[in-house]
């Protein structure tokens, strides 16, 4: 997992680095200052998800099942919740401010960049779910906390990405 | 096998046996049980910590010169090039790097030569520990399978052959930032020509802001000489992908990206046609868009200027050619001075006749080449971007002699 | 179960039906099948990229040839290089990675078998993808056609207003999966040496070509990712109408260079390193001494591995950067010239005082030393940035590249192959054919990949499908492509040495060389659990210890 984190970092800084580039260079369309609203509610919302997963994991190795099931599901709720957060705002900017991935240098960076991560979110979301079946279905135990930790670090890292993506959009950039 | 050594390496060789002592026996060093230097090892593996000395084989040694193929070719190889290299004299017909014309090109080739040095006394000597090790520590079946003193390294050698690399490579950049600064942070003196180069796909727009000119593919430039310097400075841009303009003898290449101008600059010290093409992959006739450099001597490059600021010339027997020029798409993308047309797609034909090719260089401005492009411009450069617009035989007889006014 | 059928030991039962064989290939996860499944692929894609060669040197044989058109040759040199590169150096290496690495740590396999399964036929895949383009249909000037933008695929070009239809996509598409699958394999590796060495095997006890693979997996990590990044981009750019590189709405076509080379430089590192591992190996061996400086060749690999993410923008001299930029980057890669100069002489040390055995591996290792010097020199000529905007962009630099590649990545890996033949079928391949295929590949070779450094330096640039007579451009091309055809016998003549061999070549036992790795400790082909029992190691040279044990090497390190 830390490898896969360093080569997914690398593509997340690619990415932050064509953004960072770019600011400033549209040559048409709205900017950055027009239109974003900092998304501060949803980003607390993730970075607890971040919190709550280690609740989680250190519940499943003291091996209280009922308390790992809660957190590990408020994490996905939580996580669900960013989501949501995500898509208003794009509804938000591409219904009221005509902005989109094809609108202007800004439009392209923006979506790809947030839109990566939120792929990573949702793939993230889906692994939770999956773990969160077995977890109801009351198969993962003590045994499985070595995994658990696994896909716990892939959600920090996620949330570690938020915190840069969310400083290079919506404080820099501004 | 008996050898002949007749090239360099072996006679160095056989002077290096000849004072080793060609016939002494193998003489092992090793350390024994008190850790101590001394000679002849039990005939068992021979073994020396490593601590910096130095092993001493001294063999008996016959050299059969395996590696010879290899010298051989590194000889005819190296030969050759010597040959090919030969710049050729004032012709310009040449692309050499190392003929050049210009200072930009000449501090490369003077940077190049010193590189080239450096880097061929590094062949020398590396090429000589190579093949050295391999005929002298060769497998003989004299040796009876013993293995060899078992070397770990040296920390002492190491330092070495990592300390004289750094300083060369010290040396090396030192030499080559110079050249870097003094080619790219030239000013641009005042009494210096402008050009602005746009590449295209598949061909060259020369426009000269401060004289009112717009030409193609043919460059002309007055010669410059060491004292009175009358540079050329080109600011290259792009109208579509990346291309590189490359004349060898005048100057190092520099690329033409859209959305992203450079600058280069050479003075070219003997008059001529300089040769070159676009160096940087623009798609499907990369390979036919040439340049063709003419380095004029004052007048005649005044002259020239002279020429090509005047309107296209009106002749009036070429009016029904005219006629069909204009009437069909021509225009939309061809501009010819003086008159309606002045599209931008395609290279300006006001002077067409003064150019000595066509289509980048693709062919020569002869008559029937010219009636072949228009026609059907596959034919000469396929994948061009000039459509057959499928004239019939009159209209293009007309549209070739209205071309053949535009001297 | 056995790994291989075909050499049947005593005692085997009937041969299995050939369908279960082939779905015992299909599933398998063991490493050393994988291995093997990588190799046989990229030997597959060599023939191709091979025959994609030669229809480019027959075209440049003489000026204004019409051999193909230029659509076709342009496709060619695309397809050639892009083969080459992605499935063919990559999978022949990471096939050399997978067989090797857990024998030489003494592992039971990789630590992620299936993701190991997975990678291989992610890799696989993507050169299907890449030569399905061959079919994917007709269009504008042959778009919808293999991809014809050279392997960079530079800005704008790659962009759909001049790549219309779908054979950039192809590549585009091709080269992101098998980058996957290369992440893949490179996790996989770093973690199988990180948690399955065994016992004794300390970091620093571990074979050369052991360390190697982790620092080039490690770079692989940090390489292949930003073009799984930038081929998104493009992908954005070619169907959502992004702007990444569309310099009409003010992007930029150097972004695209950038993040290209930030791959495309650490990648031929990501080549080269691994084929510094084969020559640890086999040069120790052959000279019958251990490697001459193993910490400092660590040590040296290692900054490889850092100091070559530091160079990529010197394939970018002549874009116009400015003085201090272009200064930079001369001094990055006249820097990463040294550890690499260490390198070699640290493996002449080995030979040095050695007893060297000229048998066809170590034939094929002089012949890496020889041609790598002479590449890693014209690299430094190179670095010069000056001369740089004179040799870049012509045949010089494809000299100085296939003279890495072939000269050098290709030479290891013969060497390789000639070594581990044994190993993985239990035969050797023939001495005599292989010195047939080493001469006739070394003439061939250096007729075309020396000679081919002079054009260059007389103005002739790349990626040009015909040349203009009287530039002396003609003689030298056809001098390159004789060359390039007695290569092409050389490479038959190594196919005919695995297929024949592999029937009726002498037996090999465990340990062909008298070499000192755990692999050789194994037979010949290894059983599927690898090591009967868990081996433990005290010294760099643990069969080395066991044949000597009056003088180990653990006495000494």
Known sequence: MACLIIAESAIFTIFVVAYLFYLGKSTTGPKPSEVLETPIFYTICLLSSSLTIHLAAKCLVRGIGFAFLGFWLLTIALGGLFLYGTAMEWHRLIYEHGLTISTNLFGTTYYSLVGLHAFHVTAGLIMLAIVAVFGLAGRVGIKQSGRIEVLSMYWHFVDAVWVVVFTVVYVLGR | MGSTLTNPFGTALALFRSKLGGNSRAVFWCLNHDKKLVEGCPPSQKRLKSNGKRQMLARRTKSTLRGGWRIALLWFASASALWALKPDSASGRGTNIFSPAS???????????????????????????????????????????????????????????????????????????????????????????????IGHQYWWEFRYPKLGIVTANELHIPVSDLDHSTPTFLRLLSADTDHSFWVPELAGKTDLIPNHPNRMWMDPQREGVFLGQCAQYCGTQHAKMLLRVSVDRAEDFSAWVRAQQKPAVEDPSAIAGRRVFEQNACMNCHAVGGTPADGRFGPDLTHLMSRATIAA??????HDNLRLWIQNPSAIKPGSLMPAMKLSDADLDGVVSYMETLR | MSSNVITASVGQTEARPWVDELHQWLTTVDHKRLGILYILSALLFLMIGGVEALIIRIQLMHSHNNFVSPEVFNRMF?????????????????GFANYLVPLMIGARDMAFPRLNAFSFWLSFLGGLLLYFSFLGGSGLYGAGNAPDVGWWSYAPLGARAFSPGHSSDYWTLALLVSGFGSIGTAINIIATILCLRCPG??????????????????????AITPLSAAQIMLLIDRYLGGHFFDTQAGGSAVLWMHFFWIFGHPEVYVLIIPCFAFMSEIIPVFSRKPIFGYPVMVAATVCIGFVSMSVWAHHMFTIGMNSYANSFFTLTTMAVGVPTGIKIF??????????????????????????????????????????DWQLSLSYFVVAHFHYVIVGGILFALFAAFYYWYPKMTGRMLSERLGKWHFWLFLIGFHLTFDVMHIPGILGMPRRIYTYEPGRGWDTLNFIISIGAFIQALAILVFVANLVISYFKGARAGN?????????????????????????????????????HPEDPDSRYE
């Open chain 3, 78 to 94: 695309t397809m050639h290089g892009t083969t080459m590169i992605f499935f063919v150096a990559m999978p022949v290496l990471f």
């Open chain 3, 201 to 222: 095997m300390k970091i620093n006890r571990m074979p050369l070509l052991v360390w190697m693979n982790l620092v080039m997996a490690g770079m692989v990590l940090l």
């Open chain 2, 103 to 197: 200072t930009p090109a000449k501090s490369i080739s003077d940077l190049s030569a010193f590189v080239l040095v450096i880097t061929g006394i590094i062949f020398l000597v590396v090429f000589a520990l190579l093949f050295y090790s391999v005929v002298r520590f060769r497998a003989r079946a004299s040796d009876g399978g013993r293995e060899p003193a078992q070397v770990y390294g040296s920390m002492q050698i190491e330092l070495a052959w990592t300390i004289i690399p750094i300083l060369i490579v010290v040396v090396l950049f030192l030499a080559t930032a110079r050249v870097i600064h003094a080619i790219q942070d030239a000013p641009e003196p005042p009494g210096a020509l402008d050009v602005i180069v």
């Open chain 2, 361 to 366: 260089g693709a062919a020569e401005n002869t």
């Open chain 3, 346 to 387: 640290n493996w002449i040390g080995t030979m040095w005082g050695g007893r060297i055995q000229l048998k066809t591996p170590m034939l094929f290792s002089i012949g890496f030393l020889f041609q790598f010097l002479i590449a890693g020199l014209t690299g430094i000529m190179m670095a010069a940035s000056p001369f």
């Open chain 3, 511 to 547: 340990d062909p060389w008298d070499a000192w790795t755990l692999e050789w400790s194994i037979s010949s082909p290894p059983p599927a659990y690898n090591f009967a029992t868990v081996p433990a190691v005290a010294s760099r040279r643990p069969l080395w210890d066991l044949k």
